[in-house]
């Protein structure tokens, strides 16, 4: 690999790990839990409205 | 402002859910009539047993199964001169006000539930599939017989 | 600057006096809230004299007004002191002058309670009238806490002047903002208290605008809330970081949630009035989808703690998804507590966004539901948070420190708390749903069989309540403890720093102008129209009743 091939390897990387950031999945996953959680009560209590109508 | 892409994804995942919520509440409410009780009808609190329907409150056929109670809410009972008995099936329109301070109207195991401000009318509107017992009770603290306000409603086969 | 790494003495005494306060209000308050969950179970009638309505006012304006305010107020100073440097001296003054009002008001109202003369509950709704020294108490109250926010934002404005920064440390911002909006949102109930109850409870006007009234109430309503919630997510953004051995994970999305918060925690009061006559069902589903909007910020305060935890987890070489959630500081109380403050928060919010959702209020509106709601949110989410930085924060302030000991108790309360509040919420959302109002004294309605079917949860509260108080009783003991008797030491006051790599804080997020004119604007353009209309149609006023 030439120096400047190496040099602009680099730089992508760089570029890379500012996009994509640490790694979060977890914290994905905990956070659509949470999202789950929510959208199931809330339609929860709107079906005991629908059937109270 | 530089934002994580999962994080990025996670606020257009959630936001879409909460438009989601609004969009069917949105459309229940304004396309199907369900708009939560808002009567804009006004009246001299003072004078409630001189205005007409609450100088005489109670029970009023209107159409095919179909009833119109008015309702004079005081501390601490709903005040009407008919009994509180209906049909099954009946459709009833509700029509309350207060005589003297803040009180709240409601019906457990329905959605009939709304606030009675002095000065005001409200109304809401139920249709009672099933016969039984239902109780009309005060939900909004009115003075120390608060817990004693409510008043038995029967829906009769 | 330099980062002073301890709160100056002076300003830790006015700290301490705000403290001290809040959690005496703890102690009464439980001791209130204990009582009303056995009445309503019919497990007791309350000795002679002692109404129900009158410790249920005591309760809401002890905990809810005295025990929140106060430890805000005293977080705050503390924190300012601890990262922008020892209070100068006028806004010194000015802290103890607000502090001295506050607690003559607190006085006024608590007397007027006492000699049942303002037993309207903290909600105080017209046309219910109490004395007027009642009203004069909490505006004096009101008053105390503006002084306060004066020294603040006094401390801050001279700060910056004499530092030339553009941007604040993050923890000074943000209590920076908490007040901001409690100086928008007080103007509400100011305006009510002083130009609508207090002539009228005086009797120098004989009516009173019941729906104005109301409206005003909740314009500060509202927000009130989330001033109780901003200094709990203070702590989880910049504390709690610092605990874990983690960074902030970005100080610029931090700032912009607490921007988005000024601007869309105000003009949604409507959504405590969704039932109401008078009010149009367009103007209650506007304030309806702007109460959605400050939801979001809340989204992302979920992924900008979960996201510092997995940093944090993943720094300490933890593996696999959730690797990170075991790397946590479990065994610290310091973290413990507002973490689980923070789990409940989630069941709290949903619930919240339920409540917020226009005609579905039908179901829940003024049902025992709602009282379990904000015994999730502010008695749990809130309050734990705010005990956990206590432990640290009182040892701080009086040269002690937390010993592994009180470690263990205060983990044991934090747990006691957490079963004590499944049991009492948990029941009191439930039978919400079948229709049980709140605040009301033992009831059967005439022994009817829908509020006959609802006393097994009333007894689920009573023992939710009772583990709960003992949880109180054990807060007050290791409170006690870390003010007057733990081991001389240093404690330290944690203050995470930010993640390497995250952006440079653009200065538009202090552009105190520029939020505060978009906040006048929504504002006006939620209530303009509706309070207009309030106004022009409204009915004759109401006279003064006293039903108690
Ligand atoms: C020992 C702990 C506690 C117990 C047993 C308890 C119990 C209760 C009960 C049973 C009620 C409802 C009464 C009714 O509607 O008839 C109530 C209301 C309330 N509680 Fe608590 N509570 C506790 C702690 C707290 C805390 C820590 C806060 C706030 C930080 C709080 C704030 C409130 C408020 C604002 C109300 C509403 C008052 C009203 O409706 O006017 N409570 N509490
Ligand atoms: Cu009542
Ligand atoms: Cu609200």
Not at chain 3, 487 to 492: A, I, L, R
Not at chain 3, 521 to 530: D, F, G, H, S
Request: hydrophobic share 50%; proline share 5%.
């Amino acid at each position: 690999m030439g120096v400047l091939e190496e040099k602009k390897e680099t730089a992508r990387k760089v570029v890379t790990t500012k996009e994509e950031g640490p790694n979060l999945k977890g914290t994905m996953i905990a956070v659509m839990l949470l999202g789950g959680f929510i959208v199931l009560s809330w339609f929860g209590v709107y079906w005991l409205y629908l059937v109270r109508l | 402002m530089h934002m994580h892409k999962l994080e990025r994804l996670w606020l257009i995942i959630g936001s879409g859910a909460l438009v989601v919520f609004l969009l069917v509440i949105g459309v229940n409410a304004f396309a199907m009539g369900h708009t939560p009780p808002s009567d804009r009808d006004i009246l001299d609190p003072t004078q409630v047993d001189l205005t007409a329907p609450f100088d005489d409150p109670g029970l009023k056929k209107i159409g095919d199964n179909e009833y119109e109670l008015v309702l004079v809410a005081q501390a601490f009972t709903f005040q009407s001169n008919d009994e509180l008995k209906i049909p099954e099936g009946a459709t009833v329109h509700f029509k309350v006000t207060s005589k003297d301070v803040v009180h709240g109207f409601q019906i457990p195991k329905t959605n009939v539930n709304m606030m009675i401000t002095p000065g005001h009318v409200n109304t809401i509107t139920h249709t009672f599939d099933e016969a039984g017992q239902f109780l009309i009770l005060c939900n909004e603290y009115c003075g120390v017989g608060h817990q004693a306000m409510g008043v038995p409603l029967e829906v009769i086969k | 600057m330099m980062n002073q790494m301890i709160v100056d003495r002076n300003d830790a005494k006015l700290s301490m006096a705000h403290l001290y306060i809040a959690f005496a209000a703890v102690l009464l308050g439980g001791i209130a809230g204990l009582l009303q969950t056995l009445v309503r179970s019919g497990t007791i009638v309350l000795p002679a004299g002692i109404g129900y309505y009158q410790l249920l006012t005591a309760h809401g304006i002890l905990l809810a007004l005295v025990f929140t305010t106060y430890f805000i107020i005293g977080f705050f100073y503390a924190g300012m002191s601890r990262t922008m440097g020892k209070f100068y001296d006028q806004p010194y003054r000015l802290g103890w002058l607000g502090y001295i009002v506050m607690t003559i008001g607190t006085v006024l109202t608590t007397i007027m309670i006492l000699l049942n003369e303002g037993t309207v509950l903290y909600t105080f709704y017209a046309p219910l009238k109490a004395s007027p020294w009642f009203y004069i108490g909490l505006t004096l109250f009101i008053v105390g806490t503006w002084l306060a926010g004066g020294a603040m934002c006094h401390q801050y404005y001279i700060w910056k002047k004499v530092s030339h920064k553009k941007i604040s440390p993050l923890f000074s911002f943000m209590a920076v903002m908490t007040m901001v909006l409690w100086f928008v949102a007080t103007i509400g109930v100011a305006v009510s208290v002083i130009f609508q109850f207090i002539p009228w409870s005086f009797g120098w006007v004989d009516e009173i605008n019941i729906l104005l009234s109301r409206t005003l109430f909740w314009y500060f309503g509202h927000p009130l809330v989330y001033f109780w919630l901003l200094p709990a997510y203070v702590c989880w953004y910049v504390i709690i970081p610092e605990i874990i051995g983690g960074k902030i994970f970005s100080d610029s999305l931090a700032r912009l949630s607490f921007v988005l918060f000024l601007l869309f925690s105000i003009p949604v009061g409507f959504h405590h009035q969704l039932l109401e006559s008078g009010i149009s069902p367009f103007w209650k589903y506007l304030q309806v989808v702007l109460t959605f909007m400050v939801i979001v910020p809340s989204l992302m305060t979920a992924f900008s703690l979960f996201a510092s935890f997995e940093m944090a987890g993943r720094k300490k070489g933890a593996k696999g998804l959730f690797g990170w959630f075991r790397a946590l500081p479990w065994k610290d109380a310091r973290f413990f507590a507002p973490m689980v403050g923070m789990l409940i928060f989630i069941p709290a919010g949903a619930g919240g966004i339920i409540n917020a959702s226009n005609q579905m209020n039908q179901i829940v509106h003024n049902t025992l539901w709602v009282t379990g709601h904000f015994h999730l949110t502010v008695a749990s989410s809130v309050a734990l948070t705010f005990f956990g930085i206590a432990y640290w924060l009182i040892p701080h302030l009086t040269g002690r420190v937390l010993t592994g000991k009180m470690h263990q108790m205060a983990n044991l309360q934090t747990i006691l708390w957490a079963v004590g509040m499944f049991f009492m919420s948990g029941a009191m959302h439930t039978v919400g749903l079948l229709g049980a109002p709140r605040r009301t004294a033992y009831t059967t309605y005439q022994n009817n069989p829908d509020a006959l079917g609802w006393m097994p949860y009333e007894v689920a509260m009573a023992v939710g309540g009772s583990i709960l108080f003992i949880a109180i009783l054990l807060l007050i003991y290791i409170i006690t403890d870390l003010a007057f008797f733990a081991p001389k030491g240093k404690e330290d006051f944690p203050i995470g720093e930010v993640a390497e790599g995250a952006e440079k804080t653009p200065s538009i997020l202090e552009n105190w102008r520029l939020w505060l004119g978009i906040a006048t604007v929504l504002i006006l353009v939620a209530y303009t129209v509706p309070v207009v209309h309030m106004i022009e149609h409204a009915p004759p006023g109401s006279p003064g009743y006293k039903f108690w």
